[in-house]
């Protein structure tokens, strides 16, 4: 069962570290996401203590219309932790992070959020997710984040045109084994125990994310990987104080550079979601009325089309298709 996404008041986020981590920040909770580019062990180290992958892949509809990609691992009609069905597309991001932030022990949330999965502990996936997505507070918080519409085009009588779909499946260990949870099946993927010494599940996280990669041709970019995992700045914040203590200064400047960085990286989330919440059409429709009243209007549009034209052009020398509309 899926929900029209036009009717369920759903709309569609960015799959951006910023975006999610503002929704765990309104969910009350002490979490971030970050972009993960390599699954090599320094990579995972550097981001520990990591809860779940979330891995975002181009959504290809089939016959049978299930996900096209290797069968992995076995169902887990018993799964014993916290499993949700997506019957809202647009729903997709929020509710993988649902799916992951309802099996992390012991987590510390906001009042709505531990109500939300008291109330639907007990419930099939199915009434599950339709008990999440019916949540208005919820769906409010995930709206917040998704770009206004700027420009509607119905009642012209264009052609509608399909666009790709990316879809959301998260990656986490539960009692002893790593799951793969993703919406739009009907029960979790169990991919096996793992050793707790060593990198844990990470290293059984690995090898299943890295063939799954591998069905993708080579250079392909309709993939990402994000990870969930405690805030960063308290540990560093502490770590300072430790070190300035201990008269550490090659190590005081060693935190300092990730506090830093991590600052900055929380400064231009901040920005990118003000930019995200705003409606720029004023501005453009200021900017257009600035340049046909100084009579430059023309030459600006020229200017666009050929920059246009130009970038089409580059983009089929390299094999790429572009809608040259």
């Known amino acids: 069962m899926s929900v029209d996404d036009e009717t369920s008041g759903w709309q ?3 799959s951006d570290p910023g975006v999610f981590t503002e929704l765990l920040k309104s969910l009350g909770l002490p979490l971030v996401v970050d972009d993960l ?25 089939t016959s049978s219309d299930s996900i096209a990609s290797p069968r992995a691992g076995t169902d887990d009609p018993e799964f014993p932790g916290f499993f949700a069905h997506q ?18 022990p012991s987590l510390h949330s906001g009042p709505q959020l531990t109500e ?10 199915q009434t599950r997710g339709l008990v999440i997505t019916s949540a208005d507070w919820l769906r409010e918080m995930h709206n917040a984040l998704s770009p206004p519409s700027a ?35 009907p029960h979790v993927i169990r991919h096996g125990g793992f050793n707790e010494s060593g990198e844990g599940w ?3 996280a690995r090898e299943v994310i890295e063939a799954r990669i591998n069905t993708y041709p080579v250079g392909a970019l309709e993939f990402s990987l994000l990870a969930l995992r405690d805030d960063p700045l308290p540990s560093l914040q502490s770590q300072l104080m ?5 008269g550490n200064q090659h190590l005081v400047n060693e935190i300092l550079a990730k506090i830093t ?15 995200r919440r705003h409606n720029h059409v004023g501005l453009v429709q200021a900017l257009l009325l600035a340049l046909a009243k100084a009579g430059q209007l023309s030459a600006a549009a020229e200017g666009a089309k050929k920059a246009m034209k130009d970038r089409i052009e580059r983009q089929k020398a390299r094999g790429e298709d572009m809608d040259e509309d």
């Open 116 to 125: 939300l999965l008291q109330f639907t502990s007990d419930m099939d996936p």
């Open 37 to 61: 580019y390599s699954l090599d062990s320094d990579s995972l180290a550097a981001l520990q203590p990591l809860h779940a992958l979330i891995f975002l892949f181009k959504w290809i509809p």
């Open 12 to 14: 569609l986020t960015e």
């Open 151 to 185: 420009f509607s085009l119905d009642g012209l009588g264009l052609p509608r045109k399909s666009e790709d779909a990316y879809h959301f499946v998260v990656y986490l260990p539960v009692m002893g084994a790593l799951y793969e949870l993703d919406g739009l099946k």
């Open 242 to 246: 430790h070190y300035q203590s201990a």
């Open 261 to 275: 960085n991590e600052n900055g990286k929380r400064e231009r989330w901040a920005f990118e979601n003000s930019l």
């Open 87 to 104: 019957v809202v597309n647009n729903a997709c991001a929020t509710l993988a992070v649902l799916n992951a932030l309802g099996n992390i």
């Open 202 to 204: 990470l290293k059984t």
